[in-house]
């Protein structure tokens, strides 16, 4: 499998103990919300989307806030 990042960035979905990696931001929420629906014990303190940013020598590693993601959720994007 081949990920190409576009504009430096990519995104990591947490899920407890699993990882997933996704060229967009839309597209860890998707599988978030997919997964959520799929595992209703999902435990919510393991549950994160980091965005890395590849642009400088020095990778930046962020956590995605909270409110951008359930705005996402809640609008269906």
Do not use: C, H
């Amino acid at each position: 499998m081949e990920l190409r990042i576009a504009n430096d960035k990519f995104y990591v979905l947490e899920l407890g103990k699993e990882k997933r990696i996704f060229d967009s931001e839309e597209a860890a929420v998707a599988s978030l919300k997919e997964a959520l629906a799929e595992d209703e014990k999902l435990n919510p303190e393991g549950v994160n989307i980091l965005e890395v940013d590849t642009s400088e020598e020095q990778w930046k590693i962020q956590g995605v806030p909270w409110s951008r993601i359930a705005i996402s959720l809640i609008r269906g994007e």
